[in-house]
């Protein structure tokens, strides 16, 4: 309930995504969603992008299709173990033409066009890469955690974690918001800033 989640939001932000990780495991087999981002890479400020998404969790899979924004292809698919373990991506313009090509999910040009690969997507596993920068920073003395207060996201209730970490190449950011849905449970909105 929303009172259990604001005494975990003022005290402890691992028990809180320890909590929405497992009510996600246990609710979340696959979902649509549209997702938006807006990603600093190689100092560049990208431009805001708007994503169609459908997810699966097992096997893994990702589609992503972009209407807005699209890096160099307008359309992402990854299945884990088909394909090599490779994403297949139709390149977007007049690069189409040449149809679907394979790539590496970490390769230079992917890389290129996010801060994390595709393996990295969905409610899950990005509440086990936040699990995890809680953990490294709790253990070397570095986490400072705060209660941000109660937040609207497209007209639904959140629950706001602040977290600040030294400056630095040791974290991926050092003030990071999460957004986590009452209801849902899951982040919807993650905002990191150097």
Same mark, same amino acid.
């Given at each position: 309930?929303?009172?259990?989640?604001?005494?975990?939001?003022?005290?402890?932000?691992?028990?809180?995504?320890?909590?929405?990780?497992?009510?996600?495991?246990?609710?979340?087999?696959?979902?649509?969603?549209?997702?938006?981002?807006?990603?600093r !890479?190689? #100092?560049?400020?990208?431009?805001?992008? %708007?994503?169609?998404?459908?997810? *699966?969790?097992?096997?893994?899979? &990702?589609?992503?299709?972009?209407?807005?924004?699209?890096?160099?292809?307008?359309?992402?698919?990854?299945?884990?173990?088909?394909?090599?373990?490779?994403?297949?991506?139709?390149?977007?313009?007049?690069?189409? !033409?040449? #149809?679907?090509?394979k790539?590496?999910? %970490?390769?230079?040009?992917?890389? *290129?066009?996010?801060?994390?690969? &595709?393996?990295?997507?969905?409610?899950?596993?990005?509440?086990?890469?936040?699990?995890?920068?809680?953990?490294?920073?709790?253990?070397?003395?570095?986490?400072?955690?705060?209660?941000?207060?109660?937040?609207?996201?497209? #007209?639904?209730?959140?629950?706001?974690?602040?977290?600040?970490?030294?400056p630095?190449?040791?974290?991926?950011?050092?003030?990071?918001?999460?957004?986590?849905?009452?209801?849902?449970?899951?982040?919807?909105?993650?905002?990191?800033?150097?």
């Amino acid at each position: 309930n929303a009172d259990a989640m604001e005494a975990m939001a003022r005290t402890d932000h691992i028990a809180l995504l320890e909590k929405c990780l497992a009510y996600c495991r246990s609710q979340y087999k696959d979902y649509t969603c549209n997702f938006m981002k807006q990603e600093r !890479i190689a #100092g560049q400020l990208s431009k805001e992008q %708007d994503i169609e998404v459908k997810f *699966r969790q097992s096997p893994f899979s &990702v589609s992503l299709f972009w209407t807005r924004n699209s890096p160099s292809g307008d359309r992402l698919l990854y299945v884990e173990g088909e394909w090599d373990n490779q994403v297949l991506i139709r390149p977007a313009g007049l690069m189409s !033409i040449i #149809g679907t090509v394979k790539r590496p999910t %970490d390769g230079p040009e992917t890389r *290129r066009a996010a801060l994390h690969p &595709v393996t990295d997507f969905g409610f899950e596993r990005g509440l086990m890469s936040l699990l995890s920068v809680y953990a490294q920073a709790k253990k070397a003395g570095d986490l400072k955690q705060e209660f941000g207060g109660y937040a609207e996201v497209a #007209g639904r209730k959140t629950i706001v974690l602040v977290r600040y970490l030294p400056p630095g190449d040791k974290y991926p950011s050092r003030k990071n918001l999460t957004y986590i849905d009452l209801e849902y449970q899951v982040p919807t909105v993650i905002e990191g800033y150097d």
